[in-house]
């Protein structure tokens, strides 16, 4: 196998030595915005080289992002080269494009990497959807937020000392909206879905809710009642009907999601054949996310390609109901829907998934935290 790799940063630089010490693959060019010698691989800042050498049968992306990456990935389709990519923005956004078209054009496309860094998770849901049915995937997708989290609840931190010691460790970008906000862990919740269902979500209909606005008051008030907060993913798919989204939710102690320390993921799918499995690991990181990068590389040497076929669209229904921890401006429907009040929070009435984001859409200063009562 010959590899153009796209991008030579901490992923990228990963799988160049992975497969440095491999004789069944070969990364042959680079592309690099920066000067760099590399003894065995040709460096380019020009794509086209890459996508014009008849000899490179594989693409690695390991750029991150929208664009250029979905350009990208796509040309390289289109001129019948694999690709393996860790970009779960990119595979969240353009599913309904990326996978018919290496379907079209018989290449391999997959992206384990994408959702739990070296935890192989997709991959294990390929190999659970041969035999049974699954009915869930969630959890902890975002090493980041469970960093944050971990760390007010154990070190008893405010929410911007936990922030700053993941930043100062690499766990959190100088910019941290997109893991704070809840849209990484969005991104990785599609993906998820799409590959145990079989289908492609309407994402427009999937909400998200992040810890962007979460106190050390919050977290004293939950450790009062024997709870700790994790920002946690859920998808469903229970009698013809899909169910999506991502909220702060309070977990009891008990729970295997409260043990999750640091910057680590746990992953939870439940089958209608085996039940519940649950998947520990590091979600990010060189090794662990370039790891599985190179796993899927040796899977299309075996001749697999994507997880499970193109399914159809479909929208989701988030009527579930959960009674929400609410710290925010109290307006009418929140008094009509209180059950009782926590310090200066507000305990709702069981309201569905769908009404209560809709609620912090128009009050985006407030936070919100489902409590750990099953779905009514």
């Not at 991150?64 to 694999?82: D, M, Q, R, T």
């Not at 200063?365 to 009514?376: E, G, Q, S, T």
Request: hydrophobic residues 40%.
């Amino acid at each position: 196998m010959r590899i153009g790799l796209l991008g030579f940063g901490t992923v990228g630089k990963g799988v160049y030595e992975l497969t440095s010490a491999r004789a069944d693959m070969q990364v042959v060019r680079v592309l690099c915005r920066r000067e760099l010698q590399l003894p065995d691989a040709e460096v380019t800042h020009d794509f086209n080289d890459i996508l014009n050498d008849e000899s490179i049968d594989t693409v690695v992306e390991a750029i991150g992002g929208l664009h250029p990456a979905f350009e990208y990935v796509k040309a390289a389709i289109e001129a019948g080269k694999n690709v393996a990519t860790a970009n779960k923005a990119m595979m969240a956004t353009y599913y309904d494009e990326l996978l018919p078209l290496a379907q079209e054009k018989g290449v391999y496309l997959r992206c384990t990497a994408s959702v739990g860094g070296g935890i192989g998770w997709l991959s294990e849901l390929e190999r659970v959807r041969r035999v049974e049915a699954v009915h869930y995937v969630g959890g902890i997708m975002n090493g980041t937020c469970n960093y944050i989290l971990d760390a007010m609840a154990r070190m008893d931190l405010s929410y911007e000392e936990a922030l700053g010691r993941a930043q100062a460790l690499g766990y959190a970008e100088a910019d941290p909206s997109t893991d704070i906000d809840g849209i990484d862990t969005w991104h990785k919740l599609i993906v998820s879905a799409n590959v145990a269902f079989g289908v492609s979500l309407d994402i427009t209909g999937i909400p998200a809710a992040g810890i962007r606005n979460i106190t050390k008051k919050d977290m004293d008030t939950f450790k009062k009642h024997g709870l700790l907060c994790k920002l946690i993913s859920t998808g469903k798919y229970i009698d013809g009907v899909y169910a999506a989204y991502v909220q702060p939710t309070l977990i009891p102690l008990t729970d295997p999601e409260a043990a999750v320390p640091m910057n680590y993921n746990l992953i939870t799918l439940a089958g209608d054949i085996s039940g519940r499995q649950s998947f520990f690991g590091q979600g990010a990181g060189r090794y662990p996310t370039a790891y599985n990068v190179v796993q899927d590389c040796a899977d299309f040497l075996s001749g697999r390609g994507f997880y499970c076929a193109y399914g159809k669209k479909v929208g989701v229904c988030n009527e579930e109901k959960y009674s929400y921890y609410v710290r925010g401006k109290v307006d009418s429907w929140l008094e009509e829907n209180t059950e009782e009040t926590w310090g200066k929070a507000i305990v709702t009435k069981p309201v569905s998934v769908q009404k209560m984001h809709d609620w912090l859409k128009a009050n985006p200063d407030a936070f919100i935290a489902a409590l750990p009562r099953k779905a009514l």
